[in-house]
């Protein structure tokens, strides 16, 4: 049976490089830019990590999205919209990392669904 445990955790931030340095310095975190995607991590001592959104069309102050892992995405996906949920985004390709999904469940709570490349 699959294990679906949390694993990232996505809260949206109006200057995500402004959000990395505000938690660098509270908790210590590691943050890291990709300035080709312009998305930035954090990694805190213990797992999940996460990024910062950018507050906009996709994502509004005080969003959190949180991540579950998943050995296939389309059945989960296909599982939540018959439980009742919507499929918002279908799996998704992230180049070199693996695939991710987004669906919202009954209430609205967005949800994201993620399988990596090399599961370890």
């Known amino acids: 049976m699959a294990k679906h445990s ?10 995500p490089k ?3 340095d505000f938690y660098k310095e509270l908790f210590g975190w590691k943050i ?4 080709k995607s312009k998305y930035v991590q954090f990694t805190p ?14 994502a509004k102050a005080g ?3 949180v991540y579950v892992s998943t050995d296939d995405i389309e059945a989960s996906l296909a599982k939540a919209v018959k439980l009742g949920g ?28 993620y399988t990596a490349t090399n599961p370890q």
């Open 18 to 20: 402004a959000a990395g």
């Open 63 to 65: 969003d959190v999205l």
């Open 32 to 35: 890291d830019v990709d300035e």
């Open 6 to 15: 949390i694993v990232h955790i996505e809260l949206s931030a109006k200057d």
């Open 86 to 113: 919507k499929s918002l985004m279908p799996k998704t390709e992230i180049p070199g990392f693996g695939w991710f999904a987004i669906f919202s469940d009954p209430t609205g709570n967005k949800v994201g669904l």
């Open 45 to 58: 001592d213990e797992a999940p990590g996460g990024g910062f959104n950018q507050v906009g069309e996709n």
